[in-house]
């Protein structure tokens, strides 16, 4: 994979065939407002589920979860405030 839009997309659809082996119901894929983006939107039951992707194919660049800075948190956040305030 050459290009980070391609390594991305990659990423998503493994965690979007994990989500749907769990059974969770995909919503929509990248969603933007609120000045962010949420890669899956899924549900889980009564539950809404959020989740942002980072596809790594090894350790060297830290783990996923060290790229979800304070920042990319706070823009999820408004993000997902923006999702639910549409969806009433």
């Known amino acids: 994979m050459d290009s980070n839009k391609a390594k991305g997309d990659y990423g998503e ?3 979007l065939g994990y989500l ?14 609120g ?18 992707v980072k596809y790594r194919r090894g350790t060297s660049h830290g783990e ?4 979800v800075t304070t920042t990319k948190q706070k823009r999820l956040i ?8 549409n969806q009433r």
């Not at 000045?35 to 942002?52: L, M, P, S």
């Open 13 to 15: 659809n493994v965690v």
């Open 20 to 33: 749907a082996a769990k059974g969770y119901k995909i919503v929509t894929q990248n969603y933007r407002g």
């Open 35 to 52: 000045g962010g983006e949420i890669d899956i939107i899924a549900t889980d039951g009564d539950y809404i589920v959020f989740v942002e």
């Open 64 to 67: 996923g979860l060290d790229a």
């Open 78 to 85: 408004k993000a997902a405030k923006h999702y639910l305030y």
